[in-house]
Nanobody
Framework: QVQVVESGGGLVQAGGSLRLSCAAS?????????LDWYRQAPGKQRELVAG???????NYADSVKGRFTISKDNAKNTGYLQMNSLKPEDTAVYYC??????????????WGQGTQVTVSS
């Protein structure tokens, strides 16, 4: 079992910045294969915001391209989402999902509990 904990959310004015972190930990050996950030606004479906894979290739939703940057530190089993030029429509609960490679090459998905991001106009 891998625990995933997001942090860094909060209240910010439009145009501001936040940096979210996603820390993965476990009592067993694992490594992060892929790491994705999702968000879910009230009354809306959860959507993929950004993703990064094992060779650090990244992808972004069109709505955040040029404003958000995803990264990860493999040594720390931690991912990040730098969010700049925030807009009120970025308000949502942000979730981190990791695909962890465990023993014998088995891969499993784990989700965090989410962190609230609120952007005021």
């Amino acid at each position: 079992q891998v625990q995933v904990v997001e942090s860094g959310g909060g209240l910010v004015q439009a145009g501001g910045s936040l940096r979210l972190s996603c820390a993965a930990s476990s009592g067993i050996m694992f490594s992060i294969y892929t790491l994705d950030w999702y968000r879910q606004a009230p009354g809306k479906q959860r959507e993929l915001v950004a993703g990064i894979n094992s060779i650090d290739s990244t992808n972004y939703a069109d709505s955040v391209k040029g404003r958000f940057t995803i990264s990860k530190d493999n040594a720390k089993n931690t991912g990040y989402l730098q969010m700049n030029s925030l807009k009120p429509e970025d308000t949502a609960v942000y979730y981190c999902r990791i695909t962890a490679v465990q023993s014998m090459g088995a891969m499993y998905d784990y989700w965090g509990q989410g962190t609230q991001v609120t952007v005021s106009s």
